[in-house]
């Protein structure tokens, strides 16, 4: 059964620090990684994704990949009050194109 | 731009009463097309997903249906609702490709009270 986990938290991070979520995977074939963010009594909507082993950024967010490792990371710089919300990552895996998701993890900027 | 459309945001509904959630996506053809569950607390339960018209597989046996009457069409049904049927129900859509890279996009969700 393929697992994606997450720690639940909260993460309580200053404003302006960065903030760092981390994700593991049990699939090694796992080929595509995704974050999501989800404020409170919202739906999920995309943030970034990645597919290669490395770094990806996009503006504050910066997406790390390590397929050795299994582990996929959110990084936000410069953390806003408003990026307090759910981040869920997903992950899905060679044959299959519907990802497993994890259950998020929850981090509050504190100003 | 495509969209995606879910209504009612929000119902409150008796033990025992029928349930239909409808979801259409716009801008898009042949979208493959989903249903999720996030119950308070927990993590997102895929229901269903549609790859076509008329073509539903289900993740999870319940008292829950699906049905994919256009293309661009998603329902969920139920003849009789359980408490534990209560919760934020998400539609989302995908390319349809079928390819592992196909990013799934959410509707604004349904919030279903059942009493």
């Known amino acids: 059964q393929k697992e994606v986990e997450q720690n639940s938290g909260p993460l309580s991070v200053p404003e302006g620090a960065i903030a760092s979520l981390n994700c593991t995977y049990s699939?090694?074939?796992?080929?595509?990684f995704f974050w999501y963010r989800q404020y409170s009594g919202k739906s999920p909507e995309l943030i970034m994704f990645?597919?290669?082993?490395g770094d990806k950024e996009d503006g504050r967010f910066t997406a790390q990949l390590n397929k050795a490792s299994q582990y996929v990371s959110l990084l936000i710089r410069d953390s806003q009050p408003s990026d307090s919300a759910t981040y869920l990552c997903?992950?899905?895996?060679?044959?299959?194109?519907?990802?497993?998701f994890g259950r998020g993890t929850s981090l509050i900027v504190h100003p | 731009s495509q969209t995606i459309h879910q209504w009612p945001a929000t119902l409150v509904q008796p033990v025992g009463s029928p349930l239909s959630l409808e979801c259409t996506v716009e801008?898009?053809?042949?979208?493959?097309l989903y249903w999720y569950r996030q119950a308070a607390g927990r993590g997102l339960q895929l229901l269903f997903y549609?790859?076509?018209?008329?073509?539903i597989s289900s993740e999870v046996p319940q008292n829950l249906s699906a049905s994919r009457p256009q293309d661009r069409q998603f329902i969920l049904s139920s003849k009789k609702l359980l408490l534990s049927d209560s919760g934020f129900y998400l539609c989302?859509?995908?390319?349809?490709?079928?390819?592992?890279?196909?990013?799934?996009?959410f509707g604004p969700g349904t919030r279903l009270t059942v009493l």
């Open positions: 549609s790859v076509g018209i008329g073509q």
């Open positions: 801008g898009t053809s042949n979208p493959n």
């Open positions: 699939d090694r074939g796992s080929q595509s």
């Open positions: 990645i597919y290669s082993n």
């Open positions: 997903a992950v899905a895996s060679g044959g299959s194109y519907i990802p497993t």
């Open positions: 989302a859509w995908n390319g349809g490709a079928l390819a592992v890279t196909d990013t799934q996009y």
